[in-house]
């Protein structure tokens, strides 16, 4: 079976989790994965089209490739997928391999700051939620918005630890807790690990939050037993 994924790292993740979800019920394997990255534009929101898995796997046991296509799985318009991700996880882990490791691993909060699309709360969310929660570490999309936030919430450079996308997601999934939006980005980490330490700002904006990702969250929250809506 072929997979193919498109979209940023959280949403690849998500679509090649679905596509083994379904390789695993037809009793297929998946062979070869296109990431596929035609007709991309710039968004200037920081997203790159670009093969993630490679990156966040030790070595994929399906053979990856990138294409000039555009075709995808579109899992969020299938959302039963979802609840077959979850019945295969420990299958589908298996199947995707080692991942890599974020060394050292954050010890306190990840709060990450989503903006450009998809930027469902205001600048002030990040801020405020950094004053009262004290201490978090700052990743995020935009670098000037993320410097911004850390700046005005009273932290020091050195609390804004945000480098590649990549290396966001493994800080991230590897931290003790990671708090910001319902961007692919988060939703994926929960997928992989029903189990991660996940807060979610309840009040976002947006049609795609509130007739996709909340019904979604609301649908697989009791799968979750840490995951919390942060106020």
């Known amino acids: 079976m072929i997979a193919n994924c498109r979209g940023g790292i959280g949403t690849q993740l998500i679509e090649l989790m679905g596509w083994y979800a379904l390789a695993i019920e037809a009793r297929d394997t998946i062979d070869l994965i296109n990431i596929n990255c ?34 995808k799985l579109g899992i969020f318009q299938k959302p039963g997928i979802f609840d077959l991700i979850l019945k295969h996880r420990k299958d589908i882990r298996a199947q995707l391999g080692p991942m890599k490791f974020y060394f050292p691993a954050p010890l306190v909060p990840v709060l990450h700051v989503r903006r450009g ?15 009262k929660n004290v201490p978090v570490c700052f990743i995020g999309n935009i670098a000037d918005d993320t410097a911004d936030v850390a700046r005005e919430s009273g932290y020091t450079a050195a609390a804004d630890i945000s480098n590649t996308a990549t290396i966001d997601w ?62």
């Not at 035609?38 to 796997?57: H, P, Q, T």
């Open 117 to 131: 699309d998809y930027q469902w709360v205001p600048i002030e969310t990040y801020i405020e939620y950094a004053r």
């Open 38 to 71: 035609g007709g991309w534009r710039d968004d200037g929101a920081g997203n790159v089209l670009k093969d993630y898995i490679s990156e966040l796997f030790v070595m994929p046991k399906a053979r990856v490739r990138t294409t000039s296509g555009t075709a």
């Open 170 to 231: 493994l800080a991230a999934f590897f931290a003790p807790e990671v708090i910001g939006t319902a961007s692919t980005f988060i939703i994926s980490m929960l997928f992989m690990d029903p189990t991660k330490h996940v807060k979610m700002f309840r009040n976002q904006e947006g049609a795609v939050f509130e007739d996709c990702m909340r019904p979604l969250l609301r649908q697989f929250e009791p799968q979750f037993p840490n995951f919390r809506w942060a106020e």
